[in-house]
């Protein structure tokens, strides 16, 4: 039996279960499960690896940036920003890959328009690094926004309708907004925000967080991160088996 599955904490929801096993009847295959495995401290990543021998891992929030230091090896892109979304175990040895980057990329692309030069990031954390190489990728500058102040970044207090007259995509990478918590968003000015914007939250659920509402309100574009979890979700099992194991 060759195993898959999930790290991060806590992993009480889950898309990627139903999401694999699908995927395995899809194609036929037999001789594969994919499962959830909540680890409440990065720490006991070892002891999975020795109990459950995974063939390839995928790594979720907090752990993205976490589990580096734990890995034999990094993809280049993994290595450039920082996270860690996807883990292929070969040989007993564990090699980290980000397809983040390719799922945000890709599902994105299609909502561009000539005036799209310049992103907002809400949030600062593992998955915000994919969302910004992929952004910068792309010809985008991104900008993050943050609690607190530093170089290069604003806070969410400095945020003014100038600032988002020029900033016409906005990312949230943060996980409010997801269920249960629905009634939650950023403290972004939404007053400012145009038909001319983009809101892309890589939250799925529910299918319009109160942020993509406010921005829908407001006449924007919105997309949730949906499209990107199944884009990046092929992309690692297109990694666990190029190696011809299917």
């Known amino acids: 039996m060759k195993k898959l599955g999930l790290i991060g904490f806590p992993l009480s929801h889950s898309f990627s279960p139903g999401y694999f096993k699908k995927k395995f009847e899809t194609l036929g295959i037999e001789g594969w499960q994919y499962g959830l495995y909540p680890l409440d401290k990065i720490d006991a990543f070892c002891a999975l690896m020795e109990d459950e021998k995974p063939f390839g891992i995928n790594v979720t929030i907090p752990y993205k940036e976490q589990v580096i230091p734990f890995l034999d090896e990094l993809d280049k892109e993994a290595a450039e920003i920082g996270a860690v979304n996807t883990i292929k175990i070969s040989n007993q040895k564990t090699k980290g890959f980000n397809t983040d980057i390719y799922g945000f990329e890709k599902s994105i692309e299609p909502l561009l328009k000539n005036h799209h030069k310049n992103a907002l990031i809400l949030g600062s954390g593992g998955a915000s690094k994919a969302v910004e190489y992929a952004l910068k990728k792309m010809g985008i500058a991104p900008t993050f926004v943050s609690r607190t102040a530093g170089k290069g970044k604003f806070t969410y207090e400095d945020l003014n309708a100038e600032i988002l007259e020029n900033q016409t995509i906005i990312v949230n ?7 249960p ?46 499209e990107m979890l199944c884009l990046q979700a092929d992309k690692s099992w297109e990694i666990w088996t190029e190696d011809g194991l299917i």
Do not use: R, W
Request: hydrophobic letters at 35%.
């Open 181 to 226: 918590n629905i009634d939650a968003c950023s403290a972004i000015p939404y007053n400012a925000i145009t038909p001319h914007h983009l809101l892309y939250d890589l939250v799925y659920n529910p299918t319009e967080t109160l942020f993509l509402k406010k921005g829908k309100q407001q006449g924007a574009a919105i997309k949730n991160g949906y």
């Open 173 to 179: 990478t943060t996980p409010l907004g997801m269920s």
